[in-house]
């Protein structure tokens, strides 16, 4: 079986805030060793466990973040910016299987780091449906009929998971205490557990279906302020609902709705305040 990877940074257990994940501040080179010991956990375990190939998706800001020269040998590496497809990218009808590591909760929620692709972001939906990158890869992944088989994170990413995806294995890595502390497993404890679920999920993968999204599907961005619905809305065939920041756009299927995401969400940093 082929396995397909996405693999954030704000879910990796000892990571607390911005320091251990943002390029150039004081503890990101610790956290990039701890994300790419965290992959090689579950990739081994996965070769052990009758996958023929991993292909891993580094998923974070700039998406360069895992160290290639510390990972398994075996293992393939998609790394870099831009990306048609961003934290889904080269996942296609192929792979029997999607993991999903380091993630976090989605924008407005409790939970460490919490976003939605960019701090602006209040919350996406599709149609009427609440979600953030989680959800929305999720949805990605079932276009292709691939099942989330394991989604490893915050405790409120795990929970965001069940609720969305039925029957599927999750491995909580540290417990929020305020969007900057967490409660944290070591290093060799979350190893324990990610191997111990990552062995279960493929064996239970049998039981967890594709979230298959909704045809032509509404995607709606509520953003913090109205100059980055503005921003947004400058892409063609979006509409701003009146007297609200939300922003919408008829998509053809999910595939054209999260490059609409990507595109809308990028224009919208270009806001300023000065």
């Not at 081994?44 to 190939?53: D, I, L, P, R, T």
């Not at 994170?153 to 929970?159: K, L, P, V, Y």
């Not at 890595?173 to 979350?190: D, G, M, N, Q, Y």
């Not at 913090?224 to 921003?231: I, T």
Request: hydrophobic content about 40%; some cysteine.
């Amino acid at each position: 079986m082929k396995l397909y990877m996405s693999v954030d940074m704000e879910g990796i257990s000892g990571l607390p805030d911005e320091t251990f994940v943002g390029p150039g501040k004081l503890n990101y080179e610790r956290g990039r060793t701890i994300m790419t010991n965290e992959v090689n956990v579950v990739a081994c375990e996965a070769f052990q466990n009758g996958c023929s190939e991993v292909l891993v998706n580094d998923s974070h800001s700039k998406m360069n973040n895992l160290l290639i020269e510390r990972l398994h040998p075996e293992v393939e590496l998609i790394s870099g910016d831009v990306k048609p497809f961003s934290m889904v990218e080269g996942l296609d009808h192929t792979y029997g299987g999607a993991i999903f590591l380091g993630y976090h909760a989605r924008a407005s929620l409790r939970g460490v780091m919490s976003h939605s692709m960019i701090f602006g972001v209040r919350h996406f939906y599709i149609n009427d449906q609440a979600i953030g990158e989680l959800g929305f890869n999720a949805y990605v992944a079932g276009y292709y009929e691939v099942p989330v088989l394991l989604v490893a994170g915050d405790r409120q990413a795990t929970i965001e998971a069940e609720e969305l995806i039925q029957n599927v294995t999750t491995a909580a890595v540290k417990e929020t205490i305020s969007r900057s502390a967490v409660k944290c497993l070591t290093p060799e404890k979350a190893a324990h557990l990610l191997k111990e679920q990552t062995a279960c999920a493929l064996k239970n993968k049998d039981k967890v279906k594709p979230l298959i999204p909704p045809d032509k599907p509404v995607l709606s961005i509520e953003f913090a302020n109205y100059g980055q619905a503005e921003w947004a809305n400058l892409m063609p065939g979006t509409e701003i609902k009146p007297g609200t920041t939300i922003v919408r756009y008829q998509a053809k299927n999910i595939l054209e709705a999260y490059q609409a995401m990507l595109v809308m969400t990028e224009l919208a940093t270009r806001t300023t305040f000065s």
